[in-house]
């Protein structure tokens, strides 16, 4: 069954911006709080930004002032809006959904989308 649907993903110059979204159904979107990972090449899947249920985001160092994570309740779709980017970034981005706190690096508990590659290069 495919539960989480992402899409955005693609190259961009640094500097420059782009969105993803992941489309979740209705009872998962209601049910879990919600969140981005990236994983870059040869290193561990990482927490990006996060957003509860209530409304209330978080962002890991990397992403602060930069990204802004947002969710359409009506859609159940939740976004990630990533400006100034840098070759850094490049990663497969994952959507997640989960009921407990979000951990820095990945674990395997909750739901997860396919991911969608994003690239940073001139």
């Known amino acids: 069954q495919v539960q989480l649907v992402e899409s955005g993903g693609g190259l961009v110059q640094p500097g420059g911006s782009l969105r993803l979204s992941c489309a979740a159904s209705?009872?998962?979107?209601?049910?879990?709080?919600m969140g981005w990972y990236r994983q870059r090449p040869g290193e561990q899947r990482e927490l990006v930004a996060t957003?509860?249920?209530?409304?209330?985001?978080n962002y890991a160092d990397s992403a602060k002032g930069r990204f802004t994570i947002s969710r359409d309740n009506a859609k159940s779709t939740v976004y990630l809006q990533m400006n100034s980017l840098k070759p850094a970034d490049t990663a497969v981005y994952y959507c997640?959904?989960?009921?407990?706190?979000?951990?820095?690096?990945?674990?395997?508990?909750?739901?997860w989308g396919q991911g969608t590659r994003v690239t940073v290069s001139s």
């Open positions: 957003v509860s249920r209530g409304g209330n985001a």
């Open positions: 209705g009872s998962i979107f209601s049910t879990n709080d």
């Open positions: 997640h959904a989960r009921r407990v706190p979000f951990p820095f690096l990945a674990d395997g508990l909750g739901l």
